[in-house]
């Protein structure tokens, strides 16, 4: 094959490849489950309600099927280990500097109650945001035999 021929053969066959990488990357990317978090925040009525919110991911310039959510300005991090059994009583996410959080569950198994007695597991994987600024709040306890050691991520408003 001559030089030139041989070429334009190889920028093809890269193009190719590229494509189909670009394809698989989007097609891996289409058959994830959406991530989501759950919303606590203060209804008219006072009381806390939850709500599932979709965390949005775009692809990044990687092209190998990773995904990136924008930048989230934070203020303060604390890791915390809460007891198996421990509860903290009725309260609401103004106690926490800056109010607005993510929880992220590390390891063991909690739970957020809400009003109606409405129960909402904490396990790993699980991100819950909380801006429930005023009102009654929640209560949050451990569960299980472990301890339920969390990532609590400060936000700004």
């Not at 063991?108 to 396990?123: D, F, K, T």
Request: aromatic fraction near 4%; proline fraction near 6%.
């Amino acid at each position: 094959m001559p030089p030139l021929a041989m070429r334009r053969f190889s920028v093809a066959l890269a193009c190719c490849v590229l494509m189909l990488l670009s394809v698989s990357s989007r097609v891996a990317t289409q058959g994830r489950k959406p991530m989501s978090a759950i919303r606590l925040y203060t209804g008219a009525d006072g009381m806390t309600h939850a709500e599932t919110i979709d965390l949005r991911l775009t692809p990044s310039s990687l092209l190998d099927g990773t995904e990136r959510s924008d930048r989230i300005k934070v203020t303060a991090l604390q890791i915390v280990r809460w007891p198996p059994g421990h509860v903290n009583d009725w309260h609401n996410a103004s106690e926490t500097p800056g109010g607005h959080q993510y929880v992220l569950t590390l390891s063991g198994r909690g739970e957020v109650e809400i009003a109606g007695g409405q129960r909402l597991p904490l396990e790993p994987g699980r991100i819950l945001l909380g801006e429930d600024l005023t009102g009654k709040g929640h209560i949050t306890r451990t569960l299980g035999s472990e301890d339920w050691v969390s990532a609590h991520v400060s936000i700004e408003d």
